[in-house]
């Protein structure tokens, strides 16, 4: 590796950091559960393989895959579809604005940056980052008010899971 991409890549792996942390936690009712574990069996498709970098089919189709398991886990029924769309399109206008940040923050690299440079990079991300879940959460609550009784009961059970995992080594008290 030369000097010049280890210094590119020192440059680009802080503002990923920042970036995936960022998602993680101002989008984490679906940016957490979109990436859990299916725990319903396998279907006939065949699994996508995880996305590598700068590859946009492989996290377009990523993206699919994680909308179809929340489709799957929320029991979403035919009249909730054109809710649950809005849902999705949310989901996916959300991901490629930060596949979009990252792509420039990564051009960006290849010159110096000063710290204000990088301190505007990262609010970007946030914004970019509070925005999308403005957007998802609305759409969120249109199909959830639409939602049978347990149908919520299935969602809020899910989203408290993701957003209040018990703490390591310490009793979660909030019960």
Same mark, same amino acid.
């Not at 792996?13 to 299916?38: G, K, W």
């Given at each position: 590796m030369t000097q010049s991409t280890r210094n590119t890549v020192a *440059?680009?792996? #802080?503002m990923? $950091? =920042?970036a995936l942390l960022s998602t993680a936690l !101002?989008? /984490? #009712? !679906? /940016?957490?559960? /979109?990436?859990?574990p299916s725990t319903q069996a396998p279907s006939s498709k065949s699994t996508p393989a995880k996305p590598a970098a700068g590859n946009s089919d492989a996290k377009a189709q990523?993206?699919?895959? *994680? $909308?179809?398991?929340?489709? =799957?886990? !929320?029991? $979403? =029924? #035919?009249?909730?579809e054109a809710k649950w769309n809005a849902v999705a399109q949310a989901m996916r206008d959300n991901a490629t604005s930060m596949?979009? !940040?990252i792509t420039e923050r990564q051009q960006q690299s290849a010159k110096?940056?000063?710290?204000?440079?990088?301190l505007e990079a990262a609010q970007r991300f946030a914004q970019a980052n509070v925005d999308g879940l403005k957007n998802l959460s609305s759409a969120f609550k249109t199909l959830y008010d639409a939602m049978s009784d347990p149908q919520k009961k299935n969602a809020d059970e899910i989203f408290a899971r993701l957003t209040h995992p018990p703490a390591s080594g310490a009793a979660n008290h909030n019960g």
């Amino acid at each position: 590796m030369t000097q010049s991409t280890r210094n590119t890549v020192a *440059r680009v792996r #802080p503002m990923v $950091i =920042t970036a995936l942390l960022s998602t993680a936690l !101002l989008a /984490a #009712p !679906l /940016a957490v559960f /979109a990436a859990e574990p299916s725990t319903q069996a396998p279907s006939s498709k065949s699994t996508p393989a995880k996305p590598a970098a700068g590859n946009s089919d492989a996290k377009a189709q990523a993206v699919e895959q *994680r $909308i179809s398991q929340m489709h =799957t886990e !929320l029991k $979403i =029924t #035919p009249d909730q579809e054109a809710k649950w769309n809005a849902v999705a399109q949310a989901m996916r206008d959300n991901a490629t604005s930060m596949d979009k !940040l990252i792509t420039e923050r990564q051009q960006q690299s290849a010159k110096p940056m000063t710290a204000v440079e990088d301190l505007e990079a990262a609010q970007r991300f946030a914004q970019a980052n509070v925005d999308g879940l403005k957007n998802l959460s609305s759409a969120f609550k249109t199909l959830y008010d639409a939602m049978s009784d347990p149908q919520k009961k299935n969602a809020d059970e899910i989203f408290a899971r993701l957003t209040h995992p018990p703490a390591s080594g310490a009793a979660n008290h909030n019960g």
